[in-house]
């Protein structure tokens, strides 16, 4: 965790950058880093849902704070620019971004941490809400994350139903697959995912041997750690914040 002295130096850059993407693009992305050196540890975010947004800003900076090089694509450039609720309508309407965009965007995003001078060689992967199922789907599909932390990601577990082109396949399918160690954080009366598909993940977790640590918090729904809304509860919040940097300091090192 970062231990304030008051003696000590503090500084970051944080920018907008144009980075590779999926297939040749190029996107846009947030990046925030300590000034330094370093060597730091790099952490990927992928973006929920509601859009490429001010509280993926924050958190990109956030993760920079704590002695990381933090980089946050924005995996809807594809669909144009604008509001970022407005852009996140769009994507909701073409029926989502596809997997094979995600994982070949954020795959690029991993190349360009580990290519910065500054990298320390270790790259984290981060997501919540829909972010969460990406970030599970990426580590099963790449090599190269070190940890990834699934924040409630609803539809890793998914009925034929759900399947679509843009969604072929469920990630609990590709567990087997897993290259990092993963954290998932979950609340007890999130819908999506349920408790019952949390447990069927981690089944599939343990079936295959992978090492994980799954945390179910009480009295918490879905998107706990967005202060900003209703479903913001501040304990379980902390305490989740916590298990991510202790458990990124254990499996990327620290700068701090």
């Known amino acids: ?73 924005n995996i809807y450039y594809q669909f144009g620019h604008g509001a970022p609720e407005d852009i996140a309508a769009k994507v909701r309407a073409a029926g989502g971004v596809s997997d094979d965009d995600v994982v070949g965007d954020i795959t690029e995003s991993l190349g360009y941490l580990k290519s910065l001078p500054q990298s320390n060689g270790k790259t984290g992967l981060f997501g919540t809400c829909s972010a969460g199922r990406q970030t599970f789907l990426v580590a099963c599909r790449t090599k190269g ?22 969604y072929p396949v469920a990630p609990i399918e590709y567990t087997k697959d897993l290259s990092c160690p993963l954290l998932g954080l979950f609340g007890e009366e999130d819908q999506f995912p349920t408790p019952q598909q949390v447990a069927q993940h981690e089944q599939e977790l343990k079936k295959y041997g992978k090492t994980y640590e799954f945390h179910m918090y009480p009295k918490a729904g879905h998107g706990f750690f967005y202060y900003d809304r209703s479903g913001y509860r501040q304990e379980q919040a902390v305490d989740g914040w916590n298990k991510v940097f202790t458990f990124f300091e254990k499996y990327l090192g620290t700068a701090d």
């Open 1 to 73: 965790m970062h231990m304030y002295r008051t003696d000590m130096y503090e500084g970051m850059i944080a920018e907008t950058v144009m980075v590779p993407g999926h297939n040749g693009t190029v996107i846009n992305a947030y990046f925030a880093r300590p000034l330094g050196s370093g060597p730091f540890p790099g952490v990927v975010l992928i973006h929920h849902a509601p859009g490429w947004d001010e509280w993926y800003r924050e958190t990109t900076r956030k993760f920079a704070h704590h002695g990381y090089l933090a980089i946050s694509p």
């Open 145 to 166: 994350f070190d940890g990834a932390v699934d924040c409630w990601g609803g539809r890793v577990v998914m009925s034929q139903q759900e399947l679509t082109p843009k």
